[in-house]
């Protein structure tokens, strides 16, 4: 089986990270989210990839090239105009031949048991399954209803404004056999959920959901982003972490150079060369990216540091995300805010 995984949006509900760096290349726990779906493929056999692309496209082209230090095979397709999550697919359809297509997001976080999920496809034997996912608010989700059978018999997008008719959400993983392309028109925005998912049921065409209790969020927007940082800390979700694991839930990277006189709660993961000067002090859950600098005395609490950022003596962060290479200037106090450009960080005060 050969996987695409969908990489093409723009991540609006992500700025101000997205302003920087496309969706799925946002950091989490150490990786850039597609990373940990491009493992998560490989864990499962899955050893051809698509990727298609459109927003900042050559940050996850320099990241992963052809993909053979991962011993895959990966491919990319650069849309110059979207194409939908079905248009897009169609353009690399000789990609595929005549093999079942995975499709998966790289801006979502999953631990899906990939090969059980293929199983349950081939058991089904209909044309598509879709990965399910039980959510309290459906209203942000496509939903479906399913028979005794487990088949699909209803699809409903975003139900905001009328009653959901389940609460069984869409997760965006599909597997489908090769016919699947004949429903799908050439040279056209086409979206799955809007438009080739009701016109399979309307022809009659068996699509089955696999109802998984794994861990699957869309990182959609900064505060979801923040508690899956925490979820990885936590062993909720099951992903590889970079660097060794310590006592009381702390992460090391490569040469990460820690004065013996700072105080470090976990869960914290701390990244390859990062610097931790004396006396500062670090309260989990919180999560700096390689090459973070932390001055002494400073205290971070419940915050994320991406790559490179910089705090300086004695400042105060909590509950933030610092962008990277930003600079936190000595003695200065950030609560509750996300600062990846100059723009963020006006009001922030300095320490008397």
Request: charged share 25%.
């Amino acid at each position: 089986m050969k996987a695409m995984i969908l990489a093409a949006g723009l991540g609006t509900r992500l700025r101000p990270l997205t302003d920087e760096v496309s969706k799925p290349m946002v950091q989490l726990g150490g990786r850039p989210c597609i990373e940990h779906t491009v493992l998560l493929l490989k864990a499962h056999g899955v050893r051809d990839i698509m990727i298609n692309l459109y927003y900042k496209p050559e940050l996850i082209m320099n990241h992963f090239g052809d993909g053979c230090a991962y011993d895959l095979n990966i491919n990319y397709s650069l849309e110059k105009e979207l194409m939908g999550t079905a248009g897009g697919l169609k353009k690399v359809q000789d990609f595929f031949g005549n093999e079942p297509v995975l499709i998966i997001s790289g801006d979502a976080l999953t631990d899906i048991n990939l090969t059980e999920f293929y199983n349950f496809h081939k058991e089904k034997g209909g044309i598509a399954s879709l990965a399910l996912k039980n959510v309290h608010d459906p209203r942000e989700f496509g939903v479906v209803l399913l028979n005794e059978e487990g088949r699909i018999t209803q699809f409903q997008e975003k139900p905001k404004d009328v009653a959901p008719i389940s609460t069984k959400a869409n997760t965006g993983i599909y597997i489908f056999e090769p016919e699947i392309f004949k429903y799908i028109p050439a040279d056209t925005f086409y979206d799955f959920g809007k438009e080739v998912f009701p016109d399979l049921l309307t022809k009659g065409q068996a699509m089955y959901g696999y109802e998984t209790q794994a861990y699957w969020c869309d990182v959609g927007n900064l505060d979801v982003y923040k508690s899956v940082q925490f979820d990885i800390l936590a062993g909720i979700v099951k992903v590889d972490m970079p660097g060794k694991k310590f006592e009381n839930c702390i992460w090391l990277g490569r040469r990460a150079d820690i004065d013996p006189e700072t105080e470090i709660i976990g869960p914290v993961f701390i990244g390859e060369k990062c610097i931790i000067e004396k006396g500062a002090k670090i309260y989990g859950p919180s999560v700096l990216g390689s090459g973070s600098i932390v001055g002494k005395n400073a205290v971070i609490k419940r915050s994320i540091l991406l790559e490179d950022a910089y705090v300086g003596d004695n400042a105060e962060i909590s509950d933030s995300i610092v962008g990277k290479k930003q600079r936190i200037k000595a003695f200065m106090v950030c609560e509750n805010r996300t600062l990846v450009n100059k723009a963020c960080f006006e009001e922030l005060r300095i320490v008397e």
